[in-house]
């Protein structure tokens, strides 16, 4: 099984900052990654997929990067809107692809 | 626009049954892959099963293989999960969830999510 490890677990930061998170595969999955976004109470969002292609209607200050086992999704700007948890998934294995553990983004 | 609505969650003892459903809307169900997904309290999301289009393949995680079974009825836009035995580690969020693909490629991803139903496993 591939296991999706991410880093940090949580992050504390400040409207404006610059934020990266950090994916890490337990083998190679080529480009077959996705994110996604997940507020409280709600369903999760698509963001980004294949590593960086970015999801119709999502804004331009996500992106996604990496290939092989190591990746990361990076807000250029965080907005009130973007405090949430993070999630990556690989989709090596198709559908059934694992997801990390997640990243609690939260307001400093 | 894209909706998909779950339903039949609940309490339940340890051993027991529950049958999930999830009620798609605004797009072709019966041309898309479909899936369910759980949050479970402190561990993130976890894919639970995923259905072809025409119900010909299926698949599961590990955790639940022999106990819960996937389908789906085209003819009502409706996904099902069925699940037997059910165990306290089951408690959790269920979302059932669209599987996209970029065309000729093997790139897949969710793309359309539902809000999720509660299943809870307690004696």
């Known amino acids: 099984d591939i296991q999706m490890t991410q880093s940090p677990s949580s992050l504390s930061a400040s409207v404006g900052d610059r934020v990266t998170i950090t994916c890490r595969a337990s083998?190679?999955?080529?480009?077959?990654l996705n994110w996604y976004q997940q507020k409280p109470g709600k369903a999760p969002n698509l963001l980004i997929y294949a590593a960086s292609s970015l999801q119709s209607g999502v804004p331009s200050r996500f992106s996604g990067s990496g290939s092989g086992t190591d990746f990361t999704l990076t807000i250029s700007s965080l907005q009130p809107e973007d405090f949430a948890t993070y999630y990556c998934q690989q989709s090596y294995t198709n559908l059934g692809g694992s997801f990390g553990q997640g990243t609690k983004l939260e307001i400093k | 626009q894209v909706q998909l609505v779950e339903s039949g969650g609940g309490l339940v003892k340890p051993g027991g049954s529950l049958r999930l459903s999830c009620a798609a809307s605004?797009?072709?169900?019966?041309?898309?892959?479909m899936s369910w997904i759980r949050r479970t309290p402190g561990q993130g999301l976890e894919w639970v099963s995923y259905i072809s289009s025409g119900s010909t393949f299926t698949k599961y995680a590990d955790s639940v293989r022999g106990r819960f079974t996937i389908s789906r009825d085209n003819s009502k836009n409706t996904l099902y999960l069925q699940m037997n035995s059910l165990r306290v580690e089951d408690t959790a969020f269920y979302y059932c969830a669209r599987g996209g693909r970029v065309p000729t490629t093997g790139f897949y991803y969710f793309d359309y999510w539902g809000q999720g139903t509660l299943v809870t496993v307690s004696s």
């Open positions: 083998q190679t999955i080529s480009k077959f």
């Open positions: 605004g797009f072709s169900f019966s041309d898309y892959y």
